[in-house]
């Protein structure tokens, strides 16, 4: 793998298969800051397989961590189904996937990506296998993503999918590891990113995007991802 980061559309519906190489100077890599976006991912870095749970603010690599990294980012609302954990034990946390599995089967899996030809292939692979073993996606949850997407209010998402409101909060807990306020204002600052990184002035991207004033989508980007929009953008 370059020192580059990549990524491409899954065979598994929803997901992305992404690659990162070595960071090629010592310490934190500014550029390398995940964002939070509503997804969980399963990790590979040699002679390691973690999975990643939802962020609620922007999580930055430390010294020990330059990689080759490759990862299968999943939909929002599918990994915990294919993990056998719910999203809420994993939030705002990189866990080794052998404190989550047996560890004989963790090992086994861990030398079949560390020792393939093309380690994101592998990973996908075992993700692939993972899915087919789970109960299908629920629509439901598929349902709450996309609402909250097009940028529907919560009350108005949970009417659409017939659950109350404490009903969808626990729900999404287990799914997606906060409740849908908060996915919907991850949902908000990624629509928010793509607009502005489209060229879409900042004060018309607030709008859009659904924030109230540009000052309120300056705020919000700075709590979830620890930086100012120009620099986001600039990135």
Do not use: N
């Amino acid at each position: 793998m370059s020192a580059e980061y990549g990524e491409r559309a899954s065979r598994l519906p929803g997901a992305v298969v992404w690659t990162r190489g070595a960071v090629r100077r010592p310490g934190v890599d500014e550029g390398a800051a995940v964002l939070p976006d509503g997804c969980m991912d399963l990790l590979w870095t040699e002679g390691r397989l973690l999975v990643a749970g939802p962020d609620t603010r922007a999580y930055r690599p430390g010294p020990g961590e330059q990689g080759p990294w490759a990862g299968v980012r999943f939909f929002p609302g599918t990994a915990p189904a294919l993990l056998g954990v719910p999203a809420y034990e994993l939030r705002d946390r990189r866990v080794d996937l052998v404190d989550l599995w047996p560890g004989a089967e963790t090992r086994r899996l861990t030398e079949r990506v560390d020792e393939a030809p093309d380690p994101a292939a592998a990973l996908e692979d075992l993700a692939l296998r993972l899915a087919a073993d789970a109960d299908p996606f629920d629509p439901l949850l598929r349902a709450v993503v996309a609402s909250l997407t097009a940028g529907r209010s919560v009350t108005a998402t949970a009417e659409s999918v017939g659950l109350g409101a404490r009903h969808l909060h626990r729900r999404s807990l287990t799914a997606f590891g906060y409740g849908p306020k908060t996915l919907a204002r991850i949902l908000r600052l990624q629509r928010a990113l793509a607009l502005a990184r489209a060229g879409v002035p900042f004060a018309e991207t607030a709008a859009l995007a659904g924030f109230a004033d540009q000052a309120h989508l300056s705020r919000e980007v700075r709590e979830l991802a620890g930086a100012p929009l120009t620099e986001l953008v600039g990135r």
